[in-house]
């Protein structure tokens, strides 16, 4: 049965890489394939309002126009995709994934048996199923936040899904993570043992810009910082979150990075550590689980993303009534309120789930869900993983947009997401950089 099913996905992997590559359609004169795409209802990721029956004409790897079927010529010879009784939106961009990180299941040896026990080819062959798990479920565009002890691998699956060997998402990675000491796993070993770290431990200014650089250097697109490590619950019943990088260090890191016209990521819980992270100019808070009314203004003011991931804190809680547990249950009780204040304020949500911090398997999309049961509505869900993150990656135009001049990441639904935020979780067409990755949707 193993066997069968593995050959399977290796069939499976064998139909599907070459569609990537051989999706031709005839060309135009300038010597693009042009491709015609029939779409029911549009929703373009920027605008409020749905459109329906529109034509948009894809040649080559960009989108060329957009506009409605009556007053539209197809061009001919063009190849035409029929998504006429589909939702058809841009590809969605997942701002914050672990393509080496595969769940942390506790009875797999959760995280150190990932930096322990396995070669570096193992868990980069895993990656490279990851980063198609993203883009079979319709995310054309990751944030990698970091690579938890896999140095520099991201940079290497990225110019493999570039160059096409491999398929996967548009990624922006940000390579090794900068923490202090005592400031992340592996950790509770005996003192004599050296063991491997998941991020790159720092201290001091001078440190802080040296690791910035030689990441930046290696090709980082962003830096990932850790403002925070440990977290517990106090006798007062408040959550408690160690701090990692003194504001100093961190201003050292973010003046180097933002010299290199890139941005840091901040992943930060609340206190101290988070208020050194506002106070130390970060561009983005993930996780944010407890924001102050302080924090959420200041946030607004420095005009600081926020990248929630809701759905991890849901995960593997330990144990109720347990110390861990007790903190896992106060991790969940704080972050919707925080959500919702930061929602209210104003502030740039971006969508982002953690992914690999629970297993790849897990349907992504599932956050969207949880943004709209706090009060988001279902098109401002849709926004925080279209056009909004398109503008934090820089990218305004380019991505998470159907529009012309932007790049042909499309996507298609069997039902109105505005209606059925679940059908997120269920995309039938996924198109990349204008080449059809995936179809179980479209009318033949
Ligand atoms: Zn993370």
């Given at each position: 049965?193993?066997?069968?099913?593995?050959?399977?996905?290796?069939?499976?992997?064998?139909?599907?890489?070459?569609?990537?590559?051989?999706?031709?359609?005839?060309?135009?004169?300038?010597?693009?394939?042009?491709?015609?795409?029939?779409?029911?209802?549009?929703?373009?990721?920027?605008?409020?309002?749905?459109?329906?029956?529109?034509?948009?004409?894809?040649?080559?790897?960009?989108?060329?126009?957009?506009?409605?079927?009556?007053?539209?010529?197809?061009?001919?010879?063009?190849?035409?995709?029929?998504?006429?009784?589909?939702?058809?939106?841009?590809?969605?961009?997942?701002?914050?994934?672990?393509?080496?990180?595969?769940?942390?299941?506790?009875?797999?040896?959760?995280?150190?048996?990932?930096?322990?026990?396995?070669?570096?080819?193992?868990?980069?062959?895993?990656?490279?199923?990851?980063?198609?798990?993203?883009?079979?479920?319709?995310?054309?565009?990751?944030?990698?936040?970091?690579?938890?002890?896999?140095?520099?691998?991201?940079?290497?699956?990225?110019?493999?899904?570039?160059?096409?060997?491999?398929?996967?998402?548009?990624?922006?990675?940000?390579?090794?993570?900068?923490?202090?000491?005592?400031?992340?796993?592996?950790?509770?070993?005996?003192?004599?043992?050296?063991?491997?770290?998941?991020?790159?431990?720092?201290?001091?200014?001078?440190?802080?810009?040296?690791?910035?650089?030689?990441?930046?250097?290696?090709?980082?697109?962003?830096?990932?910082?850790?403002?925070?490590?440990?977290?517990?619950?106090?006798?007062?019943?408040?959550?408690?979150?160690?701090?990692?990088?003194?504001?100093?260090?961190?201003?050292?890191?973010?003046?180097?990075?933002?010299?290199?016209?890139?941005?840091?990521?901040?992943?930060?819980?609340?206190?101290?550590?988070?208020?050194?992270?506002?106070?130390?100019?970060?561009?983005?808070?993930?996780?944010?689980?407890?924001?102050?009314?302080?924090?959420?203004?200041?946030?607004?003011?420095?005009?600081?993303?926020?990248?929630?991931?809701?759905?991890?804190?849901?995960?593997?809680?330990?144990?109720?009534?347990?110390?861990?547990?007790?903190?896992?249950?106060?991790?969940?009780?704080?972050?919707?309120?925080?959500?919702?204040?930061?929602?209210?304020?104003?502030?740039?949500?971006?969508?982002?789930?953690?992914?690999?911090?629970?297993?790849?398997?897990?349907?992504?999309?599932?956050?969207?869900?949880?943004?709209?049961?706090?009060?988001?509505?279902?098109?401002?869900?849709?926004?925080?993983?279209?056009?909004?993150?398109?503008?934090?990656?820089?990218?305004?135009?380019?991505?998470?947009?159907?529009?012309?001049?932007?790049?042909?990441?499309?996507?298609?639904?069997?039902?109105?997401?505005l209606q059925n935020i679940k059908i997120l979780e269920h995309v039938g067409f996924v198109m990349?950089?204008?080449?059809?990755?995936?179809?179980?949707?479209?009318?033949?």
């Open positions: 049965m193993r066997t069968a099913i593995k050959l399977a996905i290796l069939l499976f992997a064998a139909l599907s890489v070459p569609a990537q590559i051989n999706s031709q359609s005839p060309t135009d004169s300038s010597g693009g394939a042009v491709t015609v795409i029939k779409a029911g209802t549009l929703i373009d990721g920027a605008g409020n309002t749905p459109r329906s029956n529109q034509i948009i004409v894809v040649r080559g790897n960009k989108i060329v126009s957009v506009g409605d079927a009556a007053s539209s010529s197809i061009p001919q010879g063009a190849r035409v995709i029929d998504l006429s009784h589909a939702t058809v939106l841009p590809g969605l961009i997942e701002s914050h994934t672990h393509i080496f990180l595969q769940g942390e299941e506790p009875a797999d040896g959760g995280y150190d048996v990932q930096l322990l026990k396995y070669p570096i080819s193992y868990r980069a062959a895993r990656a490279t199923v990851s980063a198609r798990r993203a883009l079979e479920q319709g995310f054309t565009t990751i944030r990698d936040l970091e690579t938890e002890g896999a140095g520099y691998g991201d940079i290497g699956i990225k110019e493999a899904v570039e160059q096409g060997f491999i398929p996967g998402p548009r990624m922006f990675v940000s390579t090794r993570a900068i923490s202090s000491t005592a400031g992340y796993p592996l950790e509770g070993y005996a003192p004599e043992i050296t063991v491997p770290k998941g991020a790159q431990l720092i201290d001091g200014p001078v440190e802080a810009r040296k690791a910035a650089r030689q990441q930046l250097d290696n090709g980082a697109d962003w830096i990932k910082v850790y403002m925070t490590h440990r977290s517990w619950v106090d006798d007062k019943g408040n959550l408690i979150s160690q701090p990692t990088l003194t504001v100093e260090e961190l201003r050292a890191i973010v003046d180097e990075t933002h010299g290199w016209h890139k941005k840091v990521a901040c992943h930060a819980y609340n206190g101290i550590g988070l208020q050194r992270a506002l106070d130390g100019g970060c561009d983005s808070i993930e996780h944010g689980l407890e924001l102050t009314d302080a924090n959420v203004a200041q946030m607004v003011r420095q005009g600081t993303w926020y990248c929630p991931t809701l759905m991890v804190y849901t995960f593997n809680p330990a144990p109720a009534g347990t110390p861990d547990g007790i903190r896992d249950q106060k991790r969940q009780d704080v972050h919707g309120p925080s959500f919702q204040k930061a929602m209210k304020a104003g502030v740039k949500i971006i969508f982002g789930t953690d992914v690999g911090g629970f297993p790849w398997t897990y349907p992504i999309a599932r956050e969207f869900s949880m943004m709209t049961e706090l009060g988001m509505s279902p098109m401002e869900a849709i926004h925080s993983a279209t056009s909004r993150p398109a503008e934090m990656l820089e990218m305004q135009g380019k991505i998470g947009v159907v529009a012309p001049g932007a790049f042909a990441d499309i996507i298609a639904l069997s039902d109105n997401p990349k950089d204008g080449s059809v990755f995936k179809d179980t949707l479209s009318a033949h």
